[in-house]
């Protein structure tokens, strides 16, 4: 059932997109947010009233769909397991079979939340393997199922969500191998799909305030900044809907295959095409990052351990991205006089 209720633009009416991983977090703000601009979603994963998250969270896709509901799309929760080659054909087909298209896909399952923080030598292998299965395999499977109904039409996009828009690394040798390679497999799935008209492309947003982040700090999305004094960088965090609605604004491109194998950033897309996150805001992460860095810069140095952490710690992911160099090189300036 969708509402009738809304005002706003909607592009995206007719259009037919699958998140899969729409159960919370950037899935669920996605949906959303596909909703928001018109279309129908079909909110796929595991968690269901009375399936619950094998990780302990209580949300479920029947809930994301009747979020995409309010916000002025059609919802509908399709129960799947991405890592079931023939689960996902279910789904699809029963999309198919209603619709006879699909135009967006987008691959959020991430598997965060199965990360070992450690270095690679203390890592359980068996972790880390579930990781690369729940976080890439997933999203081979997934794209490989829809990818020749797409190809069949002519057109398409498939958009698929990481960390970072950066090839640096990401503080855990298994996390770092799952979010770099769905940057490398929406750049291969560009190149082979491009010719057929099909668009593939990566996104990340920042400083994602999900629901889990939201309960680690102690805080609900109406008090949230009572959290930012402790915690670096929370205060230029974003909602989920931040990038659905990144989402949303490149579904409705008409330009969007000349961004086909990138990836691209939640904070950049806002200025490119004039978007706020839903309470008004325009997080900027980078913008944040650089700045701070620069501000511990200037005054000569990291003061305490946590602004040595901080400077070190984006010196090591970034160093070799020519993006970066110049703030690398005044890092490693710096750093020879601490």
């Not at 309010?70 to 080659?85: C, F």
């Not at 794209?143 to 969500?161: F, K, N, Y």
């Not at 960390?163 to 040798?173: E, L, N, V």
């Not at 620069?294 to 003061?303: C, K, N, S, V």
Request: glycine residues 10%; aromatic residues 8%; negative net charge.
């Amino acid at each position: 059932m969708s509402n009738t209720h809304v005002t706003a633009p909607q592009p995206l009416i007719g259009k037919v997109a699958i998140v899969a991983g729409a159960t919370r977090g950037a899935g669920r703000g996605i949906a959303r947010m596909l909703g928001e601009a018109g279309a129908t979603v079909y909110c796929s994963g595991r968690s269901t009233h009375g399936n619950p998250s094998p990780i302990g969270r209580p949300e479920t896709i029947e809930e994301t769909a009747a979020l995409v509901d309010a916000a002025g799309g059609e919802g509908i929760a399709v129960q799947t397991d991405h890592l079931d080659v023939q689960s996902v054909q279910r789904m699809v087909e029963q999309v198919m079979s209603r619709h006879a298209r699909i135009d967006v896909l987008v691959n959020d399952i991430g598997g965060e939340g199965m990360t070992d923080w450690k270095p690679v030598w203390e890592s359980s292998l068996a972790q880390g393997l579930a990781l690369l299965d729940t976080a890439v395999k997933t999203h081979v499977i997934t794209a490989s199922v829809v990818a020749p109904h797409m190809v069949q039409a002519g057109t398409g996009l498939i958009v698929e969500i990481t960390d970072g828009d950066h090839s640096g690394y990401r503080g855990a040798f298994y996390y770092d191998l799952a979010k770099n390679q769905v940057i490398r497999l929406a750049f291969a799935l560009a190149n082979d799909l491009r010719p057929q008209g099909v668009t593939a492309l990566a996104v990340t947003p920042g400083f994602l305030r999900s629901e889990a982040m939201l309960e680690n700090f102690g805080v609900t999305e109406s008090n949230w900044m009572d959290a930012a004094s402790g915690e670096r960088g929370f205060s230029e965090s974003e909602t989920p809907c931040y990038v659905g609605r990144a989402v949303a604004a490149l579904a409705a491109d008409a330009r969007v295959a000349e961004k086909s194998g990138g990836v691209y950033a939640s904070w950049e897309l806002a200025k490119e095409y004039s978007f706020t996150d839903i309470d008004g805001r325009t997080p900027d992460w980078w913008g944040y990052v650089r700045a701070s860095i620069d501000e511990i810069l200037d005054r000569g140095g990291p003061q305490d351990a946590d602004e040595a952490y901080w400077v070190d710690a984006w010196r090591s992911q970034l160093g070799n991205d020519a993006r970066f160099s110049d703030m690398c090189r005044r890092i490693d300036t710096v750093r020879r006089k601490w």
